[in-house]
């Protein structure tokens, strides 16, 4: 028996049991008012005199056995109703926590692969696959199954098979006997080798239109039911609002290292003895970051930074390079560039604080100690450290250990003394990148 059937029978049972009690109680208040009128009300016992003369102990009795069956058939039909209840309330909260979950995911294959995941659990399928629309062909992008994998990256025409069918249409389609249906493709079968029954696919459909579907098949007992097509259909609308919100956020840190690329290459090209030193003062940092215990997310805000703190020195004639009151106000012009563009905007305190003095002689702001942001005091040692390996300040480079002297010796000074601490500690010969010379 399917599961709508099911749920419909149970419905007609527990209907069927509450005429049943509703006619029973009305049997007793009429007998017992038949009773009440019958011996205690002398005109209507005139009336009721055809009635038999019964006692009112047998009477009473068989209205209290009637009580106790009415309240026996009660518990067994709230029990059922609470079961019920207490089933559709825990697929609800299983639907919802998978909807949470599809939309905390940022990224696209890992979300169709949870799509798969759920949907197979669902409802108890062998096998399924998500294919996504690609000019105009439909292609396997998620599987799961035996020997399913060799499905990967092959494409459908859309309007062929029954995937096909589904994307053109933009409507779920539920088959019980896909052999005995004109739009089953057996092409798949051969390549899986597996024996296709029954099949449940629904589309993936955003505003725009359809994007791809959700092909399921070989459900549990090779039936697939109204309440497993509902189901699957709200869980393909919530996946394609996610799938797309994913792929939007993967468009966008794509475009994020693609305009960071362009500004590194704009940076070295304007000053050709800063080349490759924002990548080292990256690695540097990366280091104390770790060795701090920071967290993924906070490292890779700390990593652009790192790549962008100079960046203010784009807007700066080269000429005026030399000149200290340009040399002070990069910080100022890179975090105004940066705080305009919304995927940086949140990394701009770090680049506009990061010649900040810990004993609060630096600039722009003059601010002291720990009101100077953790990145920044961060970049400050590492930028510091770079400089003094390289041949990019007027100063002749020195060696690896001169420059670990001279972060002790500016410890609590210029730099965060717990942080040079974890620095010096951390960093080796070995991890210093190979500098350029110009």
Known sequence: ?????????????????????????????????????????????????????????????????????????????????????????????????????????????????????????????????????????????????????????????????????????????????????????????????NQTKSALCVPLIIQSGVIGVIELLNGKGNFYSQRDEEIITYLADQAAISFTRARFYEDQKNYEMYITDILLDAIDYHIPEKKEHSKRVAIYSNIMAKAINMSEENRKRLYFACLLHDVGFLKIQNKDFSKREYIERHPVIGSEMISQINFYADIAPFILYHHERYDGFGYPEKLIGEAIPLEARIISIADAFDVMLSTISYKAPIDFDSAIEELKMNAGTQFDFRLVEEFVNNITPEQIPRISSF
């Not at 099911?6 to 009690?21: D, G, H, N, V």
């Not at 009305?26 to 016992?45: D, H, M, W």
């Open 1 to 193: 028996m399917g599961a709508d059937t099911q749920k419909e029978s149970i419905i007609i049972a527990i209907k069927q049991k509450i005429r049943l009690l509703n006619v029973i109680a009305a049997f007793i208040v009429v007998t017992l008012l038949a009773v009440i009128f019958r011996y205690l009300y002398k005109p209507a016992g005139d009336v009721l005199s055809f009635l038999p003369d019964i006692s009112i102990t047998l009477v009473i009795t068989f209205v209290v056995f009637l009580t106790i069956i009415s309240f026996y058939m009660w518990s067994v039909v709230a029990r059922q109703i609470i079961s019920t209840i207490e089933k559709y309330r825990n697929r609800i909260d299983q639907i919802l926590s998978i909807t949470k979950d599809l939309r905390e995911e940022k990224y696209a294959d890992i979300l169709l692969n949870k799509i798969m995941e759920y949907s197979l659990s669902i409802t108890r399928s062998d096998s399924g696959s998500i294919l996504l629309l690609e000019n105009n062909n439909l292609v396997f992008k998620a599987v799961k199954g035996e020997r399913s994998t060799e499905l990967l990256s092959k494409i459908i025409p859309q309007g062929q098979g029954i995937a096909g069918w589904v994307a053109q249409r933009g409507t779920p389609l539920r088959i019980a006997d896909v052999r005995k249906d004109e739009r089953f493709n057996e092409d798949i079968d051969a390549i899986t080798r």
